[in-house]
């Protein structure tokens, strides 16, 4: 909405300020004072409702009034208000309003205004959260100098800092090759989609061997290449058991038996493992004579000797803490 | 602390958590059916026995009875180390040795290096004179020790492990003897030794491996102590550590105490941490 005079378009955004400043009091200032392009204000505002038992105090403040605001914002500062009758005689206006919303109301104001000093009443009913609210407002300003509103700046600043903000996390879940925070449906890193999957596929084309896999397991968990893979439709479990197939024909037993490889173990184990002497082994079978021996005994299979092992007596109920009943006993606690 | 308050400080955070790990022996055993050979065993991690067979029946310890004679020893050096004469019964010992000479000075230290890393059984009597004056002596002083610990199933006739009609222990007692020994700094940083070169004091050199093939096989393998005789068969303590965890093995009577004791370890720290 536009107003006919100049003088009163100066007023309603100074009107809206005030009503801005209701919710927004705490909120760090956003101007400079001191030589500026725009008008600097001191203003006063009182707020009397019905029923309380005490005035609220006078809140003062200072506004920084943008030289080329207009006054569209005149009225509550609210999306859901509309400024209706809106007459002007001389240096006086009235207003009505009627705002909806979770907090309707209705209401009417008054505005005197000089070039220099503002005062307005305005009167308003409505409800808030079940309970009925009839309060007048009143406020005068005055000009006193000038000064330069930031606020545009300092909110260019803030969301400059969140994208940097977003934009650090996303780096960092890239860095981290974490797939949830990328691939969630309402990830703000969506963009990092492309890159991620670049990425997973260079791990993807080096780590079919040892020494890459080494280094892709050095910086990622198996678990966490695992999702990353198959975030970007690609098998980690391929990858792995192709490193796991270059490693055997290597005969780098240390990666084989490092534990991604463990279906190769019990193959490989049988032909290079079983029935040899633990000590008379070559010392670069350990690695993956210890993993056999680890998987094969488990499993009831006596892996040296490459038959089932001879069945133990039987044993007692719970063996285990019987023996260590009987220190127990003999201990002063 | 005296001396042996450490070691009774062992047995008690040990049996404590004994106490406490009722449900943890309810872990199934991977082992109990038919896994391994060894008459008897017990896998402890964290504290806490996961798995075993007859830990508190006795068996022959073999050369694990040093590990009794070493705590002596190091209750005895923590007074002060000496050159030890190398007493004529300790040269003729039988059995592993390091070919120490009668009449010859050692460093008890060195001489404890020995009988630890090497399971040298002529150190080993050198050690039990110099701290007793005889084996006998020492002998008795190591069963008033082991009554002192509670170890029921532990009794010694010698110093050194020879099968003998006395001679017995249990996996429960040796595990509680292996954290004995591991709680000494002195000995713990001993039985990680792979290898290690003695010399005399009149400037003999030995050069010794240890007996133990798990230390520098199996990652945080620190220790402990292995043994042998045709009575006792293959017997080892370990004690592995790795990621804050600790698992001890015993394994006693095994024919693969070397595959029983890679198994147990492994699979001991694939549990999860209680």
């Avoid at chain 1, 009505?96 to 104001?109: I, L, Q, W």
């Amino acid at each position: 909405m536009s107003l006919p005079s100049t003088r009163l378009s100066s007023l309603a955004v100074l009107l809206g300020f005030a009503f801005a400043s209701i919710a927004s009091a705490q909120a760090p200032q956003m101007f400079k004072p001191g030589p500026g392009p725009d008008e600097l204000w001191d203003v006063t505002m009182k707020m009397e409702m019905a029923g309380m038992p005490m005035a609220m105090p006078a809140q003062q403040m200072q506004i920084c009034k943008r030289k080329d605001a207009g006054g569209e914002k005149f009225a509550p500062q609210k999306n859901d208000c509309q400024t209706t009758n809106v007459k002007t005689s001389g240096n006086k206006t009235t207003f009505d309003f009627v705002c909806s919303g979770k907090e309707p109301m209705t209401g009417s104001g008054t505005f005197v205004a000089t070039g220099d000093t503002y005062q307005g009443t305005m009167h308003m009913k409505g409800g808030r959260k079940g309970e009925e609210i009839d309060m007048t407002q009143t406020m005068s300003g005055r000009k006193v100098g000038t000064c330069t509103d930031t606020s545009q700046q300092t909110v260019a600043a803030i969301k400059a800092q969140a994208d940097d903000m977003t934009a650090k996390s996303c780096q960092q879940m890239l860095d981290g090759l974490y797939a949830d925070g990328i691939f969630d449906a309402k990830s703000a890193c969506a963009a990092q989609r492309k890159p991620f999957c670049d990425k997973v596929a260079g791990i993807a084309s080096t780590a079919g061997t040892p020494s890459g896999y080494r280094a892709a397991q050095s910086k990622y968990s198996a678990p966490v290449m695992d999702k990353a893979f198959s975030a970007c439709g690609r098998s980690f479990a391929d990858t792995q058991r192709a490193a796991c197939a270059s490693g055997v024909s290597s005969r780098d037993w240390s990666f084989v038996g490092s534990g991604a490889c463990d279906d190769d173990v019990r193959t490989v184990g049988d032909a290079q493992c079983r029935g040899r002497s633990y000590t008379g082994m070559d010392r670069s079978l350990v690695p993956l004579c210890n993993r056999y021996a680890s998987l094969m005994r488990g499993s009831g299979m006596n892996a040296a000797q490459g038959t089932p092992a001879p069945a133990a007596a039987p044993a007692p109920a719970n063996p285990v803490e019987q023996g260590l009943n009987q220190v127990r006993k003999l201990l002063p606690f | 602390m005296p001396a042996g308050g450490g070691v009774r400080a062992c047995v008690a955070v040990l049996a404590l958590s004994c106490a406490a790990a009722a449900a943890a022996a309810a872990l199934p055993d991977p082992f109990a059916a038919s896994a391994t050979s060894a008459r008897a065993y017990l896998v402890v991690a964290d504290g806490q026995p996961l798995w075993g067979r007859g830990p508190d029946t006795p068996q022959r310890p073999a050369s694990l009875t040093k590990l009794m004679t070493a705590l002596l020893v190091d209750e005895r050096l923590a007074r002060g180390d000496d050159d030890v004469t190398i007493p004529r019964v300790a040269a003729a010992a039988d059995g592993t040795r390091l070919g120490l000479r009668a009449g010859e000075h050692w460093r008890a230290s060195t001489l404890l290096t020995g009988m630890l890393v090497r399971s040298a059984n002529d150190a080993c009597l050198a050690l039990a004179a110099w701290v007793a004056g005889d084996e006998a002596t020492f002998v008795a002083r190591m069963n008033a020790r082991a009554e002192a610990l509670g170890l029921a199933a532990t009794h010694f006739d010698n110093a050194c492990g020879f099968d003998a009609p006395g001679q017995r222990s249990s996996a429960a007692d040796l595990a509680v003897l292996g954290t004995a020994v591991m709680a000494s700094p002195r000995l713990a940083a001993i039985v990680r030794l792979e290898r290690a070169t003695l010399v005399s004091a009149g400037g003999r050199r030995v050069a010794i491996t240890t007996t133990n093939a798990l230390l520098g096989r199996v990652p945080g393998v620190v220790g402990v102590k292995t043994g042998y005789t045709h009575g006792a068969g293959s017997c080892l303590v370990a004690v592995a550590e790795r990621d804050g965890r600790r698992v001890t093995v015993v394994v006693l009577g095994g024919s693969d105490r070397w595959w029983d004791a890679v198994a147990m370890i492994e699979q001991a720290f694939a549990t999860p941490r209680r």
